[in-house]
């Protein structure tokens, strides 16, 4: 679908996010039944073109579906159509909600087959996958228990997480150290979202 385009009806989704939110838009639908019209604020169009678009229908579809969803003895249909686009976004957002998490983002990224770690903003260890315990049982050999790794980067944890935006990446120095013994080597941190980030992943790389 062309999103900058209006459909057969009228229904435009590109035009809504430089409306005001509370704006009431008025709008005319054909379904079955006949012509419908609907006054809706601006920022349920938005959505339901943001539904719509997840669905992969036009938004005049999607608004007959909402239509054919809401109660037959409903005696106004912008208002039963108001809820049934926020108990759909609600129950959206709760399904997402655990995948957008931070450590299920983390443990998304270290699913990978690299040595991979996760630090907080207070240089504490969060987690690590499977391979980067058999990296340093590897180069580490004669140090002690993997559990007692310390982490150093170049640049702080808290610095990063500040000056980096999520979703982006750099290259660090590391110094991975297990009682006195010292492992240099350098990593790809990323930054994973959401937005404050407070957990960085780092990926060895050398």
């Known amino acids: 679908m062309n999103d900058s385009a209006p459909d057969t009806n009228g229904v435009i989704a590109s035009d809504l996010a430089h409306a005001d939110y509370a704006t009431p838009i008025f709008r005319t639908v054909n379904t079955h039944k006949g012509r419908v019209a609907l006054r809706l604020e601006a920022v349920f169009w938005d959505a339901i073109a943001t539904m719509a678009h997840r ?5 005049t579809d999607m608004v007959r579906d909402l239509i054919s969803r809401s109660s037959e003895e409903a005696t106004n249909l912008s208002s039963a159509l108001r809820s049934i686009v926020t108990h759909q976004l609600l129950v959206e957002n709760d399904r997402l909600a ?3 998490s931070a450590l299920s983002v983390v443990r ?5 087959p690299t040595p991979s770690f996760a630090l907080d903003r207070n240089k504490q260890l969060v987690r690590v996958n499977d391979e980067f315990v058999r990296y340093l049982r590897s180069v580490m050999a004669k140090a002690g228990a993997v559990e007692r790794a310390q982490l150093r980067l170049e640049r702080p944890a808290d610095v990063l997480l500040t000056e980096i935006p999520a979703g982006s990446s750099i290259e660090c120095g590391l110094s991975i150290h297990v009682d006195n013994h010292e492992r240099r080597t350098q990593a790809r941190i990323i930054i994973p ?7 960085l992943v780092g990926f060895i790389i050398n």
């Open 98 to 100: 655990p995948l957008a």
């Open 55 to 59: 669905a992969s229908i036009k938004p």
């Open 108 to 112: 998304l990224l270290q699913t990978v």
């Open 193 to 199: 979202p959401p937005a404050p980030a407070n957990i």
